[in-house]
């Protein structure tokens, strides 16, 4: 069975930047689109940014130009570096499959913004 597991989150005051890596524990990234989510305390969860397999990317519009999403298919990982962080980036991040599977969810990675 698939595991993801997510790291590189933390405290960061605003303007920071932070790498978050997701480690799968089996080749799924060869054939899958991969996605980082995020959720924020009462709200629903929201897909933040995707990787196809072939390497092409989508950003919600609130984070373009802050975010980079990528991978390594040969490590089993994808990143999420993340630039500019504001407090409204604060949330548990987590990745996942496109769409995502709700076999396979994380525990996430917390990362808070904050002065």
């Known amino acids: 069975q698939v595991q993801l597991v997510e790291s590189g989150g933390g405290l960061v005051q605003p303007g920071g930047s932070l790498r978050l890596s997701c480690a799968a524990s089996?080749?799924?990234?060869?054939?899958?689109?991969m996605g980082w989510y995020r959720q924020a305390p009462g709200k629903q969860r929201e897909l933040v940014a995707t990787i196809a397999s072939g390497g092409s990317t989508y950003y919600i519009d609130s984070v373009k130009g802050r975010f980079t999403i990528s991978r390594d298919n040969a490590k089993n990982t994808v990143y999420l570096q993340m630039n500019s962080l504001k407090p409204e980036d604060t949330a548990v991040y987590l990745c996942?499959?496109?769409?995502?599977?709700?076999?396979?969810w994380g525990q996430g990675t917390q990362v808070t913004v904050s002065s």
């Open positions: 996942n499959i496109v769409p995502p599977s709700p076999n396979i």
């Open positions: 089996g080749s799924i990234f060869t054939f899958y689109n």
